[in-house]
Structures are given as C-alpha cells and as structure tokens.
C-alpha cells in the first residue's frame, strides 16, 4: 500500500509574512489530489482544548479535502491567536493537524515606575490584552511599550523609555518584565497668548491652570504639561471672553513645542477677540403655555449690558425646568442671536417649543446594592402614571439625597420607544459607607482593664432604619445604652425614636463608702412632619434610681471643736 504524505504549513513570524506563506501553501497545495476524510488528528496541545481546534476546523469526518478547505483550515486556526504554527498533513485518508502553540504569560513584572502603582499598570496591561494566563504575541508587547510611554506622556515624562525582557520558563511559559527609565519631567518653559487687545497677557495667563512654576509647583505640579489640562485652561479662556461681550471670540490654534532634550515646553495660544457686544433687547417666541409674564420673569439677559453666555444659558435652563412644572419634559428653547455689526449690538429671540406634554411610566431604582428600593422610592414625591413635573422630582431628588446614604444622586429621563407621550424616571446612586464602629481598650491601676465599645448605623440592614449601641465596662462606671430610630413608623412619614439605658456607678475605693448607684430608663419621641423641611417632635422618657443590695453608704461628717481649737471631722 503506498502511503501519500502532503504537507501543508504556516509559520507565524508576523502577520504579513505569515499571509505571504499562506498563499505560497495554498499555491503548492494544488498537486495533491481530493480525497474523502476518514479520520482528522491533532498534535502538539499543551493547553489547548481539542475541542477549540475541531470546533474552528471547516472540515469534517466524511467531507473532501482539498486545497481551498485546506487553507480555510489554516486561516481558521490561525484567527483564533493560539498558536505560532500550522501544519497540515495527508496520511492515506486521515487528515493530521500539527499545530504548535504560542508561548503563556505567567508573569508580568515592573521595576522603576516610581510614577506609577504596580496594580495600576497591570490593570493598563490587562486593557491591551497583556496578562497573565494569556497567549505571548509580540505585537501586544509592541502595544503594550507604546501604552506605557502614552502614561507617561500624560505624566510630562516625555523622555521615559521602556525596556522589554521576555524570559522563557519551564511549560511553554514566558515571564514579561518591563524596565522603565523614567527621567525627569518636562516642565513649561513659556506660555505665551497672542492676538489680544482687551485684555493683557498677563490676566489671561493668570485664568490658566498650568503655568511656568512657582514656589508650590513641586507640590502642585501646574508646570507640567497636561492636554487634558490645556484643554480645560482654553474653555476658562474662551468662558473669560463670552462673559464679557466678546459674542465672537474663538480660539484659532494652539502649538506646543518640546524642546531637543525633552525638557522644556513652550505653548502658544493663537486668540481673534472680536467685537464687544451689548445686548439690545430680548423677544420671545413661540408656544409659552399663555404664560408669557411669568416667562418673562425668569429672563436673565439683561437688555444695555455687555453680552454674557452664563446669562443666556441661565435663561435657557430655567425656561426648561419652567416648562417640565407642567409636564412638558421635552421642551426645547432656544436662544438665537441677531448680530449687528456695525453698531456691535445683539438681540435675542428665545424661540420655546413645548411639544408635547408626557407622564412618568415608571421609576426605577440602580446602584442601590444594599438599600431597599422602598427606603428611596418612599421620598419621592414624582409618581408613576402622574403627569411629569419637574419640580417635584427636582424634591425627589433632594429628599433622597438628604438621606445620607449615597455619595451621588441622579435622576435620568428616559423617553418610552413608541410611546411620545411617557417617560420613565431612572435614579441613579452611589452608596458610601453609613455605619462606624469604634472600639477602646482603658488601663489604670485603680480598674485594671477597661472595654469601651460603640457601633451605629444609619441604613441598619439597608432598611433606613438607625441602630446605635455604646458599652462600657469601667469598673466605676459602666454604661449600656441602645437606640433606634424608624424615620418611617408610620406610612405617613413620622418617626419613631426608642432610647434605652442603663448605667452603674461606683466611687473610688479612696473616696470611702462601698455603694453602687443603678439608674435604669428610657425614652421615646415621635418626629411629626409639617412640611417638607419642618418637622416638630413630641416624646417623653422614665428614669429609675435605685442602689445595689448589700451596699452601705458613706457617713456624712461634719466639723467638731477640739481642745487646741482647730477643726477636726468625724463620721457621725
């Protein structure tokens, strides 16, 4: 029986010589004739599933082999980024997939990132696909170096260089350590703002954040250059001109040019001022509901004054949250200017359009992981299938975040799709930590050892209910106290406070006497509100004294004459 071995390879240098073998192979592939696969075995797995292969493969038991599968074949198991080599092989009817795979990362180290935590960088690593358990690819490392240096231009560290050590350890495995040189920072050299006239230099450098240096720059590092930064530093500059009348001021370029060594920048912020305007006079148009007048109160341009862009956008939001009192959540107004030039005035047009007027569909509750949806759904004051209305979900909002539960509180309108009419309301939280515990350890020679502990927590169980317990075992003074308060006793919002103690008191074995003082009580209030900031509480409490069995008192002692006329006391 004469055997007839083809071989089909590719070998995955880089992805461009690894295509040019591809078609090479496929171009060689044509002098083995079609046969019927009988069989299909893979070789050279380490850590590699079988199945990953078998499911990647476009050939199966019983199929034809020919060339065109057979590069479909290598294409395939190459796409999956496994392995650096494909082979295929025809022995008689059985189909022999040789494969070999790429190296594991088993570790990925740093040295000399002083700039940066350890952690914060493998979670970078992590991000271009670099990290420990993945296949080796010299292309990620190459992404993984231009990432690092990326960090560290945003850093000012533009001469920061990364060296990368790749170390192959037992298992096909492979340690990755990258070396940083991170030298020194560049610093602003020069700011320099061209093109006004109004204003001087020196006010406008004095808007911006970065600057050259000063005597707190090592700690507060304004003389590193940050785009991010600049960037904010030219919206301060073009908000400095709009407030100001300048309707037309733009910013044109911006250069920023590094120095040969890597040391020194210098910025050049390129400005056209145009004319100062002022604003003569403002007309409404449009659709206000027949509420022109109260409309009109709440303009905030000011016809013979300078034109300013806060006072314009004042005047748009509160149009906006005028608008959505009566339901209409959709409200657009606008703002548009009619410019003279030759006499440098401006008036404007707001243009308002109601469209149409919606009703809450639904409330929803996300990033409460510990709180219950009724402890933020009971404070608002938005319901489900009632009209929208700004103003008490503005409440809402405030209410919640008055609980002292969240870190931040949004509320986000939702359009219904298919439904112009309705809304839904989504309440967006973060939770912060609500609860202390506080624990003391006391040493005297009088008492020895003494504990001291105190908890509370204000989202007792994510139920909005307060737990607070303090304990104290002094010898002389011991202590256990414990309240609780349920803002919620009863569904119309009044609370309920319950106060419980119990305390005892000894004196000091030098003071004389041997007595204990017991004081027991409690106390309960109910927090009645009247309003939605006032709230008037009623309450009362009981207090029990009593004394230990068994426990004499001290002799009260008053003064006697002696012979030699002085004072002396004794017990009586």
Known sequence: MTQHIHRLGLRAASAASALLTLFLAAGTAWALEP?????????????????????SLPLRVGDDYDDEKGAAAIRALFALGLFKDVRLEASGNVLRVLVQERPTIADVDFAGTREFDKDVLKKTMRDVGLAEGRPYDKALTDRAEQELKRQYINKSLYGAE????????????????????????????????????????STLKGLFDQDTGGWLSWYTKSDRYSRAKLDADLQTL???????????????S?????????????????????ARYVVSGVKLEGDYLERDDEFKALVAIRPGEPYNAEQVTQTTKAFSEYFARFGFAFARVEAVPEIDRENNRVAFIVQADPARRAYVRRINVSGNNRTRDEVIRREFRQYEASWYDGDKIRLSRDRVDRLGFFSEVHVETQEVPGSPDQVDLVINVVEKPSGSLQMGVGFSTAEKVSLSLGFTQENIFGSGNYLGVDVNTSKYRRTLVFSTTNPYFTPEGISRTLDLYYRTD??????????????????????????????VFYGGGSSRPGSGPGRTFPQPISPTPSTSGTAACRPL
Do not use: C, H, W
């Open 35 to 55: 046969f019927k696969v009988q069989d299909i075995r893979v070789e050279g797995l380490q850590r590699v599933e079988p199945g990953t292969v078998f499911a």
């Open 162 to 201: 990364v060296l990368t050590t790749v170390t192959p350890v037992e298992r096909n495995r492979v340690n990755l350590s990258f070396t940083v040189v991170e030298g020194e920072p560049a610093r602003i050299k020069e700011i320099r703002v061209v093109g006004n006239k109004a204003f001087s230099e």
């Open 238 to 252: 073009r908000s400095y001109y709009l407030e100001r009348g300048y309707l037309e001021f733009r910013v044109d």
């Open 254 to 274: 911006t250069q920023v040019a590094i120095s040969p060594d890597k040391q020194d920048i210098s910025i050049a912020v390129n400005v056209t001022e145009g």
């Open 506 to 535: 000894r004196p000091y074995e030098d003071q004389g006497g041997n007595y204990q003082l017991i004081t027991m009580g409690g106390a309960v209030r109910f927090g009645v509100p009247f309003s939605e900031t006032d709230t």
